[in-house]
T-cell receptor
Framework: QKEVEQDPGPLSVPEGAIVSLNCTYSNSAFQYFMWYRQYSRKGPELLMYTYSSGNKEDGRFTAQVDKSSKYISLFIRDSQPSDSATYLCAEGDNDMRFGAGTRLTVKP | NAGVTQTPKFQVLKTGQSMTLQCAQDMNHEYMSWYRQDPGMGLRLIHYSVGAGITDQGEVPNGYNVSRSTTEDFPLRLLSAAPSQTSVYFC???????????FGSGTRLTVV
């Protein structure tokens, strides 16, 4: 069993929709959680970083960590076609563990 | 400010050949890592370094060597290429052990 599980999708939504992306993890000792965005044929870029439980908001993006259920989420409000990419959740520090990524398409 | 630079961008190797994937960063980051990305499997850690002269193995280290003689450079060596090493390789760096990494644009390697 992978330590970080993520539904690969694909997920397709209309422009302006609220998008919810989710991951589960298995190790309760995990403390650092990240979301990366990866455009086709590019390297991942860091979107959000959170420590332990709680919410963190940055513009249209909100990251949420629920340690009691070992669940991490990324919400995108007012989604745009430019948000079309693969979203990767990750946990850790030196040795980050990644989910497989969810491919999102936002249709105009 | 170039960030993380990986060379080459594309490479085709024959089985049994060796090669070095180059990675350089100009952000004075202590922490550097190598990942491979395969369809449906996400990114998997190969090796990482917490500073010059210090390296450690990740999840999938077999068939790869690394060294870190300077803060800026972290090359990845394939000792004897195998078709199973066909993948996209990413180098990443960070100023701290936690807080997220900056990734390079990747090297697409095909082993035939």
């Amino acid at each position: 069993q992978k330590e970080v599980e993520q539904d690969p999708g694909p997920l397709s939504v209309p422009e302006g929709a609220i998008v919810s992306l989710n991951c589960t993890y298995s190790n309760s000792a995990f403390q650092y959680f990240m979301w990366y965005r990866q455009y086709s044929r590019k390297g991942p870029e860091l979107l959000m970083y959170t420590y332990s439980s709680g919410n963190k908001e940055d513009g249209r993006f909100t990251a949420q960590v629920d340690k009691s259920s070992k669940y991490i989420s990324l919400f995108i409000r007012d989604s745009q076609p430019s948000d079309s990419a693969t979203y990767l959740c990750a946990e850790g520090d030196n040795d980050m563990r990644f989910g497989a990524g969810t491919r999102l398409t936002v249709k105009p | 400010n170039a960030g993380v630079t990986q060379t080459p961008k594309f490479q085709v190797l024959k089985t049994g050949q060796s090669m070095t994937l180059q990675c350089a960063q100009d952000m004075n980051h202590e922490y550097m890592s190598w990942y491979r990305q395969d369809p449906g499997m996400g990114l998997r850690l190969i090796h990482y370094s917490v500073g010059a002269g210090i390296t450690d193995q990740g999840e999938v280290p077999n068939g790869y060597n690394v060294s870190r003689s300077t803060t800026e450079d972290f090359p990845l060596r394939l000792l004897s290429a195998a078709p199973s090493q066909t993948s996209v390789y990413f180098c990443a760096s960070s100023y701290a052990s936690a807080g997220g990494y900056t990734f390079g644009s990747g090297t697409r390697l095909t082993v035939v």
